[in-house]
């Protein structure tokens, strides 16, 4: 599903020369809209792979869950640490679930501890 921008949050990253979120896209979708708000210029396009989404100092922007998996409403949303990414998923009867992801940074620690032993 597309990214959903919550304009009330999207301050259109005022302190960087291009939103952090236009940055990272890998498909250029992302851009600001004439409210300096961002906007997915072609949602249809997106293929989820959420770096707008983990990429947002405001936490502006959130993953909604496919109809399939979690139905309207259903929604992801990640908080970025240095090691790993805790992901909040909020279903639609308002059910909070946590899990927490390793990213490549503290894989590759491990993989340098393996290397010492
Ligand atoms: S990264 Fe977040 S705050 Fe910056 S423009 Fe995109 S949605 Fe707005
Ligand atoms: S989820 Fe990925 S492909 Fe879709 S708009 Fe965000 S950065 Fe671009």
Redesign the pocket.
Known sequence: M??KVLITKCDGCKAEKEPL?EQ???????TLGDNGKAI?RD?R?????????K?CPQGA?E?RVPYQIGYHGAKLIPMMGTNRVTWTSIDIDGKVERFIVKNRNEINDDDDEDDDD
């Open positions: 597309p990214p979120c990272v896209c890998p498909g250029d979708l992302m997915c949602p396009d997106c293929w989820d792979c959420m770096s707008c989404t990429v922007i993953t």
